[in-house]
Structure formats: C-alpha cells, structure tokens
C-alpha cells in the first residue's frame, strides 16, 4: 500500500523494503491480534490473510466493525493506543508483519514526510471504511448492504492488486457477513 506514494524519497523506499525482511508471525484462523481492553499488540502490517475488527455485546454476540486486508494495519497509533479498543481476529490464517520502525520513521515527519503522509493516509482511509460500515448498519437496507460491503472489498484488493475488475478473492463466511452486517445468517 505504501508503496504508491509518488513523493518518497530512496531513504523512505529502503525503509520500506525492510519490512520484506522484518520479523513476521502467522496467526491461526480464530485467534485474535489483538484484544479487546487488553495491553495493544505491537504495530503490524498485514501480509496475507483476512481479519476484522470486532466487538462483543454482553450477550455474547459478534459485531464485526470492519475488515483487514493485505496492506493493512494493525495497532498502528503506537503510543497513543496504549489499550485495544476492540479485538482484531485472524478470520483467515493471517501473516503480519512488525511495523515499529516504520512507525517510528513515520514519527519523524521532517526527515520522512512520504512515510508520515502515507501512515496518516493509512489512518484516514481507516476512518473512511469504519463510515462506510457506520452508514451501512445504519441507513441501508439488507440488499444495500451487502451490495455496498461486496464492492467496497473487492475496490480495496483492486487497490493491492489482489483483484481484477471482475473477480476477487472473497473468503468471509455467511456468519461473518452476517455479524458485519446486522443481519441473521439466512437472510445473507
């Protein structure tokens, strides 16, 4: 994903081509990366695999708040997130990548302002799809939603290359459609 950004400097390209030799973790399909009001997982980018972002209600259902694709990341706010404010489940087996010293150059917006810009735009398309998921619980009807969901994920693996106009990989269950989206199982 970062890669896209036009403006950045050989520093920053080598800065991010040692993520291709930073240390990584597979995580098993239902186990999660991070956990609700837990201590933060350590930074990550996504390099294969699907998860979300969820939370559970006190009855013990799943309200998925968003999906994590390849390029994505996980516990990027450093810092300032010393708490998960949800748990981040592995809905695939799940390859991460550590991004501490992305972040850390990312931190340093004088020396890397291609490396902050794209975090930053990272952060802000981040905020983009969690409107999108906001307005499609909200405002939408069954048939909307799941119109809306579909191609907003098949526009985000078009944006990595993982899809082509008329096909992308789609692993989601009816059950995880089902808690993304409000609705029963059998009406997915």
Known sequence: RFSLIADMTATERAIISRLDHAPRRIHQAGSDLASEDEISAPPMF?????????????TGKRQILGFLLPGDGVCLRGPAEHVSAFTVCALT???????AAFLKAAALPKTYPGIALAVEGAKLQDELFTANQIMRLGTQTRTERLANLLL??????QQTGLADAHAFPMPLTRETLADAL???????
């Open 182 to 188: 409000g609705m029963s199982a059998s009406r997915v």
């Open 46 to 58: 996504i390099v294969s695999g699907w998860a979300c972002r969820m939370r559970i209600s006190a």
């Open 93 to 99: 087996t799940v390859e991460t990548v550590d991004a």
């Open 152 to 157: 907003e994920l098949h526009w985000r693996q």
